[in-house]
């Protein structure tokens, strides 16, 4: 079983930045994808950012595209979301996901190629 565990969320204001963080423990794999994903009250879990293990491969919602940034420590089994510019819409708790398989690409944008998910970490904007 793997465990992930969230950090780094907080309140902020439009236009500021916030980094999360996401550890993963127990059973690991030799290569998995790590995902970002995000639900906001009212809403369906949309996907964020995802990124290979090799990290020579990352995906973003058109959404977050140029706003944030994917990145992994594997030494750590941490990955990170550097957010910048954030908008009150991007108001949401931030779920990280764990996918012990190989990159296929915009399949990593589908919550049910997950199968082990944090507890969240709630991000809040403010205008």
């Known amino acids: 079983q793997v465990q992930l565990a969230e950090s780094g969320g907080g309140l902020v204001q439009a236009g500021g930045s916030l980094r999360l963080s996401c550890a993963a423990s127990?059973?690991?794999?030799?290569?998995?994808?790590m995902g970002w994903f995000r639900q906001a009250p009212g809403k369906e879990r949309e996907f964020v950012a995802a990124?290979?293990?090799?990290?020579?491969?990352?995906l973003y919602a058109d959404s977050v595209k140029g706003r944030f940034t994917i990145s992994r420590d594997n030494a750590k089994n941490t990955v990170y979301l550097q957010l910048t510019s954030l908008k009150p819409e991007d108001t949401a708790v931030y779920y990280c996901?764990?996918?012990?398989?190989?990159?296929?690409?915009?399949?990593?944008?589908?919550?049910?190629?997950?199968?082990?998910w944090g507890q969240g970490t709630q991000v809040t904007v403010s205008s």
């Open positions: 996901a764990f996918r012990p398989a190989i990159w296929m690409g915009d399949r990593q944008k589908e919550k049910r190629m997950y199968n082990a």
């Open positions: 990124i290979s293990w090799s990290a020579g491969s990352t």
């Open positions: 127990g059973r690991t794999f030799n290569s998995y994808v």
